[in-house]
T-cell receptor, first 118, second 111 residues
Framework: KAGVTQTPRYLIKTRGQQVTLSCSPISGHRSVSWYQQTPGQGLQFLFEYFSETQRNKGNFPGRFSGRQFSNSRSEMNVSTLELGDSALYLC?????????????????FGSGTRLTVV | QKEVEQNSGPLSVPEGAIASLNCTYSDRGSQSFFWYRQYSGKSPELIMSIYSNGDKEDGRFTAQLNKASQYVSLLIRDSQPSDSATYLCAVNRRNTDKLIFGTGTRLQVFP
């Protein structure tokens, strides 16, 4: 079965621009979460969505936003890009409703979008 | 104190040896624990998940969880050069999909 699909794979933007990244979860998965990975900070949680509702948000400025559609696909948007936003952006999907699975869910990551801000 | 701590390494082991990777976490409310492998330039790949105290084995991999000590480990038996990667420990609480990651341990397996 198809995995988590993220588009585009690579992006180069200039400071001040905005960008939209897309994530299509594994078929049947309803939970999507987003992460930013940088060499200095590692993997940091951005936000999580379930059934079109944002359930949790990480410690990022309001320039970072996201949404989830009725087909579970998700987008994240970064406005007024800064050089420090250069990173690998990853999304992960899981099948289970948060908190209902025995012990938890397994999370599958997409290949990521490599964003470079110049 | 970081929420999830790992030794950054590199951990160097010879081919065929056992590699032991360790992780501690600070939140006693953590319920689920994961080990991901990440090759350079690639996305994390789930290796093991563990939810209950004790050991869980899958092929050459064994995850060990001790909630009282807030400690989770990953053993890789018969290490291969292809196991050379960064291993990320992640934890989350019930009712959330938010994963808290450690900074990862770089493993090098030399022939």
């Amino acid at each position: 079965k198809a995995g988590v699909t993220q588009t585009p794979r690579y992006l180069i933007k200039t400071r001040g621009q905005q960008v939209t990244l897309s994530c299509s979860p594994i078929s049947g998965h309803r939970s999507v979460s987003w992460y930013q990975q940088t060499p200095g900070q590692g993997l940091q949680f951005l936000f999580e969505y379930f059934s079109e509702t944002q359930r949790n948000k990480g410690n990022f400025p309001g320039r970072f936003s996201g949404r989830q559609f009725s087909n579970s696909r998700s987008e994240m948007n970064v406005s007024t890009l800064e050089l420090g936003d250069s990173a690998l952006y990853l999304c992960a999907s899981s099948r289970d409703i948060p908190g209902t699975a025995e012990g938890g869910s397994d999370y599958t990551f997409g290949s990521g979008t490599r964003l470079t801000v110049v | 104190q970081k929420e999830v701590e790992q030794n950054s390494g590199p951990l160097s082991v010879p081919e065929g040896a056992i590699a032991s990777l360790n992780c501690t976490y600070s939140d006693r409310g953590s319920q689920s624990f994961f080990w991901y492998r990440q090759y350079s330039g690639k996305s994390p790949e789930l290796i093991m998940s563990i939810y209950s105290n004790g050991d869980k084995e899958d092929g050459r991999f064994t995850a060990q969880l001790n909630k009282a000590s807030q400690y989770v480990s990953l053993l890789i038996r018969d290490s291969q050069p292809s196991d050379s990667a960064t291993y990320l420990c992640a934890v989350n609480r019930r009712n959330t999909d938010k994963l808290i990651f450690g900074t990862g341990t770089r493993l090098q397996v030399f022939p």
